[in-house]
């Protein structure tokens, strides 16, 4: 019995590790090739900033638009040319607030987001959300320029179709500010691995259940012996 269930559990591991590194060969990627042309434009809308923004956070997003010119973390399957543009048409668009949890109604520790909208596996848009800043219990703590300048790079690393690392030292892991990060590509991309998790768990459920059954059987036949024993 307890050899069957090692073999199951042997068995499951393998499920998992089949499932989740299908496609790991190569970087994980939202999309390998999102954009039509390799020049994209970005947009920052100065319009609509929050109370809590800070002018040097323009400069972290302009830095953030250098690294990736610049080759980024090595794992974009081609070169792009970000170019910050004065119309609000641009490929992407970059906008903050001053508090994803209270602004957008996001889970806690999200620090920022990307939103693409993909025609024909092709990104036409997309939206970058980022936050000034956090609460730590009930007191306000701004994000630094160097926080601003990661998660920046971060998103844009999704805008050009990358997906999480699970290097810590990658930009495209998802840290503390991003952790739960709610892009809903990325959701797809997870889930393989959840859909693993759910397999997994009805089966244990199904094991036990049936272990159950058995020693309910065994019980059962015991009392009958026992029972019909003391009629005699
Ligand atoms: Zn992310």
């Known amino acids: 019995m307890l050899k069957n269930r090692r073999y199951l559990i042997l068995l499951l591991i393998a499920l998992v590790t089949i499932i989740s590194s299908t496609g790991s060969n190569s970087y994980p990627k939202l999309n390998a090739d999102p954009w039509e042309s390799t020049t994209i434009t970005v947009y920052i809308d100065e319009n609509n900033l929050p109370e809590h923004y800070s002018p040097s956070y323009k400069i972290q997003v302009e830095k953030a638009l250098e690294y990736w010119n610049d080759g980024g973390n090595g794992q974009l399957s081609y070169i792009p040319v970000l170019e910050l543009v004065e119309e609000d048409n641009a490929d992407i668009l970059i906008m903050w607030v001053d508090n994803l949890e209270s602004d957008n109604g996001l889970d806690d520790g999200v620090a920022g987001f990307a939103r693409p909208y993909e025609i024909n596996d092709r990104y036409e848009r997309v939206d970058i959300v980022l936050e000034v800043g956090n609460y730590e219990g009930y007191a306000w703590r701004q994000f630094s320029d160097k926080t601003m300048r990661d998660l920046t790079k971060h998103e844009l690393g999704h805008a050009l179709g990358l997906a999480h690392s699970d290097d810590k030292n990658d930009i495209?892991?998802?840290?503390?500010?991003?952790?739960?990060?709610?892009?809903?590509?990325l959701y797809h991309n997870t889930r393989p691995f959840l859909i693993a998790i759910a397999i997994i768990a009805s089966v244990l459920i199904l094991y036990r259940g049936a272990g159950w059954v058995r020693s309910k059987k065994k019980r059962e036949a015991l009392e009958r012996e026992i029972f019909s024993k003391q009629e005699k």
């Open 172 to 185: 495209m892991y998802p840290s503390y500010e991003q952790k739960n990060n709610v892009d809903p590509l």
